[in-house]
């Protein structure tokens, strides 16, 4: 099975501040792999440097086979979609447009409207209120949302940042359902970030701990919530 992702020695600083020492790990091609860890380990940071919002210092990112450039855009046009952490809708505008404005790099219409579709299909509460105001939705509606607008891009990798961060324990357990469905039926490699390292690890054929910038555990998903280490630092037994 060959990797998607692959990140290679990454250095991130912010500022005088090292936030990455040294981070490498693979992400296999149309699975699922999750990146756990305590608040401050620099899991979004990974994220962050992987869609281009940051610039490594030392290190490379390797997507579909390509290393990445610096250039802004360069992560998008190797299929790189972010849904960000906080999600990050345009408020005043409708679900649709929010949704519409994760297909600006599609061109044709045919594609947008197929791809529009699926994410209703996925979400069914979105095209029940796709005419309504983005910062009228509910949280949970509004992760659906976030989630939508970047599988809009067609990605190839999907890139999921705290997706449960204040939401209710019932629409999690939907989005994780949903997030599995999304990366079978489209083959798609998705990258996720959680502090709800159950979740994400139950979900994950891959798993990655994070400990202040630094990678000290790797293994399956079920390896790792098998692992004492583990479950005495984040799932609390």
């Known amino acids: 099975m060959h990797s998607e992702v692959s990140v290679r020695d990454l250095v991130?600083?912010?500022?005088?501040?090292?936030?990455?020492?040294?981070?490498?790990?693979?992400?296999?091609?149309?699975?699922?792999?999750?990146?756990?860890?305590?608040?401050?380990?620099?899991?979004?940071?990974?994220?962050?440097?992987?869609?281009?919002?940051?610039?490594?210092?030392?290190?490379?990112?390797?997507?579909?086979?390509?290393?990445?450039?610096?250039?802004?855009?360069?992560?998008?046009?190797?299929?790189?979609?972010?849904?960000?952490?906080?999600?990050?809708?345009?408020?005043?505008?409708?679900?649709?447009?929010?949704?519409?404005?994760?297909a600006y790099t599609v061109p044709d219409a045919a594609s947008r409207r197929e791809m529009m579709e699926r994410v209703y299909g996925y979400f069914p509460?979105?095209?029940?209120?796709?005419?309504?105001?983005?910062?009228?939705?509910?949280?949970?509606?509004?992760?659906?949302?976030?989630?939508?607008?970047?599988?809009?891009?067609?990605?190839?990798?999907?890139?999921?940042?705290?997706?449960?961060l204040g939401i209710a324990p019932i629409i999690v357990a939907e989005l994780a359902k949903i997030i599995e469905e999304i990366s079978r039926d489209m083959?798609?490699?998705?990258?996720?970030?959680e502090q709800n390292a159950q979740m994400a690890l139950s979900l994950a054929s891959t798993g990655i701990v994070l400990e202040t910038g630094k990678v000290v555990l790797t293994g399956t998903g079920s390896e790792l919530l098998e692992s004492p280490e583990v479950r005495a630092a984040y799932l609390g037994t």
């Open 12 to 102: 991130v600083n912010y500022g005088p501040v090292r936030a990455l020492h040294g981070v490498s790990f693979d992400v296999p091609a149309g699975q699922i792999a999750a990146l756990v860890g305590s608040n401050g380990a620099g899991k979004s940071t990974v994220l962050k440097a992987i869609c281009g919002l940051l610039q490594p210092v030392e290190g490379e990112i390797v997507v579909g086979g390509e290393v990445m450039s610096p250039k802004p855009g360069d992560p998008l046009r190797h299929g790189v979609a972010l849904s960000p952490e906080g999600r990050r809708l345009f408020g005043r505008l409708s679900v649709e447009e929010n949704l519409l404005m994760g």
């Open 125 to 164: 509460r979105l095209r029940e209120r796709r005419r309504q105001m983005a910062g009228s939705l509910s949280g949970g509606e509004q992760q659906m949302c976030a989630i939508g607008r970047a599988l809009m891009a067609r990605p190839k990798v999907l890139l999921l940042d705290e997706p449960s």
């Open 187 to 193: 083959s798609m490699t998705v990258l996720l970030v």
